[in-house]
């Protein structure tokens, strides 16, 4: 809570979290910790059976720069792509826009403002519907 608090919630003007919110109890938390200290974080929420949203991804101001953020989401898509989801979305603040283009995220919304940020909606395609449709099929009928 303390990484998202400083890195999410402080600058959007936020209410602070201390505890996890009970709507988050069946999204998949990942961290990446240094030491004791949880480091990144990103919540991957399902929407429906081919997307799904990656939500509170953060990394900590001193460990930004490092390769953590990109690792983050590479492993986050893997594992959202072993569920078997299509797309994965996310919506970013305009100072991350930059980064999630780079790594291949394609803005999907205009800018809107949510409290004292500029965000954007990105989405980026993982895997192919046919993939999908494929080992379905080689699995009924191999």
């Not at 900590?60 to 390769?67: A, K, L, M, S, Y």
């Not at 919304?109 to 046919?130: A, F, H, P, T």
Request: proline share 1%.
């Amino acid at each position: 809570m303390t990484l998202r608090n400083n890195e999410l919630k402080l600058s959007s003007g936020k209410q602070l979290l201390f505890q996890a919110p009970r709507e988050e109890k069946n999204d998949l938390h990942l961290v990446v910790k240094r030491g004791n200290r949880v480091v990144g974080t990103l919540l991957l929420h399902p929407i429906s059976n081919e997307c799904a949203q990656f939500k509170q991804v953060a990394v900590d101001t001193h460990f930004q720069g490092e390769g953590l953020g990109k690792n983050l989401l590479i492993y986050a898509e893997q594992i959202a792509r072993s569920f078997g989801f299509c797309f994965v979305f996310l919506t970013g603040r305009k100072q991350a826009w930059g980064f999630y283009e780079k790594l291949g995220y394609q803005a999907i919304s205009d800018d809107y403002e949510e409290g004292k940020l500029v965000m954007r909606i990105y989405k980026k395609k993982i895997r192919s519907s046919l993939e999908q449709t494929e080992k379905k099929e080689m699995k009924t009928n191999g």
